[in-house]
């Protein structure tokens, strides 16, 4: 995942109820990893897998997200090693990190809710454009997904590679270079997941959807919102649905966008 947060701003969707309930959260949430560890950061009184339980129930569950299988996943990833050997005290944060390649990955929060809108469980296949350090690759394969990930930053492409086949993630196909045309040898998908911002919608990404599937994008420059969208039998639907803040999309798109 190549990191995201979500911002205050305004939603055009059914899910402001979702939005209050981040937003409202954020304080409580600060609060208490601060009493647990100072900023959110696990010492040596607290294990890895303890401060992981704390970041779903106070970061996660405590903004509404239900899902069993999306709250199971998170609780199993340790996302401590999905980080820098420096920044793994921090890795349980409600923020995003930095991973290195001017890349991070994604507030705990962000990945949950993205993975939520996708809707993919056991069975699915699902592209992801932005692999990351291969956070979001683990989250969606312990859901019982095959994962189709692209990088276009060889260093983290190949660390992931190593680390999510370390880890023993066996349903994860990897592939390096730009993701803005997918991958479509492999399509249709059920689900694509971004986890960079291009200016506009990458339109060979909703040409590989299967019908009924869905795109979770983060999109825009300055202003980015999170957008949904839907292949139906009678075409596209979108749907705008909170704004965050993305690095991003390199290659074709941000070459589409100068020209």
């Given at each position: 995942?190549?990191?995201?947060?979500?911002?205050?701003?305004?939603?055009?969707?059914?899910?402001?109820?979702?939005?209050?309930?981040?937003?409202?959260?954020?304080?409580?949430?600060?609060?208490?990893?601060?009493?647990?560890?100072?900023?959110?950061?696990?010492?040596?009184?607290?294990?890895?897998?303890?401060?992981?339980?704390?970041?779903?129930?106070?970061?996660?569950?405590?903004?509404?997200?239900?899902?069993?299988?999306?709250?199971?996943?998170?609780?199993?990833?340790?996302?401590?090693?999905?980080?820098?050997?420096?920044?793994?005290?921090?890795?349980?944060?409600?923020?995003?990190?930095?991973?290195?390649s001017e890349q991070t990955i994604s507030q705990p929060y962000i990945v949950a809710f993205m993975t939520d809108?996708?809707?993919?469980?056991?069975?699915?296949?699902?592209?992801?454009?932005?692999?990351?350090?291969?956070?979001?690759?683990?989250?969606?394969?312990?859901?019982?997904?095959?994962?189709?990930?692209?990088?276009?930053?060889?260093?983290?492409?190949?660390?992931?590679?190593?680390?999510?086949?370390?880890?023993?993630?066996?349903?994860?196909?990897?592939?390096?270079?730009?993701?803005?045309?997918?991958?479509?040898?492999?399509?249709?998908?059920?689900?694509?997941?971004?986890?960079?911002?291009?200016?506009?919608?990458?339109?060979?990404?909703?040409?590989?959807?299967?019908?009924?599937?869905?795109?979770?994008?983060?999109?825009?420059?300055?202003?980015?919102?999170?957008?949904?969208?839907?292949?139906?039998?009678?075409?596209?639907?979108?749907?705008?649905?909170?704004?965050?803040?993305?690095?991003?999309?390199?290659?074709?798109?941000?070459?589409?966008?100068?020209?």
């Amino acid at each position: 995942m190549k990191g995201g947060r979500a911002l205050p701003g305004v939603m055009t969707m059914g899910l402001m109820s979702a939005f209050l309930a981040w937003s409202g959260a954020a304080c409580r949430s600060e609060s208490g990893s601060r009493a647990a560890g100072g900023n959110g950061h696990y010492g040596a009184l607290e294990r890895p897998e303890e401060a992981r339980l704390r970041m779903v129930a106070d970061q996660i569950e405590s903004r509404g997200l239900r899902s069993p299988d999306v709250l199971r996943a998170m609780r199993k990833v340790p996302r401590h090693l999905f980080v820098p050997e420096g920044a793994q005290p921090y890795a349980y944060a409600d923020s995003p990190l930095a991973i290195g390649s001017e890349q991070t990955i994604s507030q705990p929060y962000i990945v949950a809710f993205m993975t939520d809108l996708l809707r993919a469980g056991a069975g699915s296949k699902v592209l992801e454009v932005g692999t990351g350090s291969g956070y979001q690759s683990a989250v969606l394969s312990e859901m019982g997904a095959e994962v189709f990930t692209i990088e276009i930053v060889e260093p983290l492409a190949e660390a992931a590679r190593k680390r999510l086949t370390d880890l023993g993630y066996a349903r994860i196909h990897f592939r390096t270079g730009d993701g803005y045309r997918g991958w479509p040898e492999e399509a249709p998908f059920d689900a694509i997941i971004v986890t960079a911002a291009p200016e506009d919608l990458p339109e060979p990404l909703v040409d590989q959807l299967a019908i009924g599937g869905r795109l979770v994008i983060p999109m825009g420059t300055s202003d980015q919102s999170l957008w949904l969208v839907t292949r139906t039998p009678d075409g596209v639907r979108r749907e705008q649905v909170l704004p965050v803040r993305f690095v991003p999309m390199t290659g074709e798109a941000q070459h589409r966008k100068a020209s």
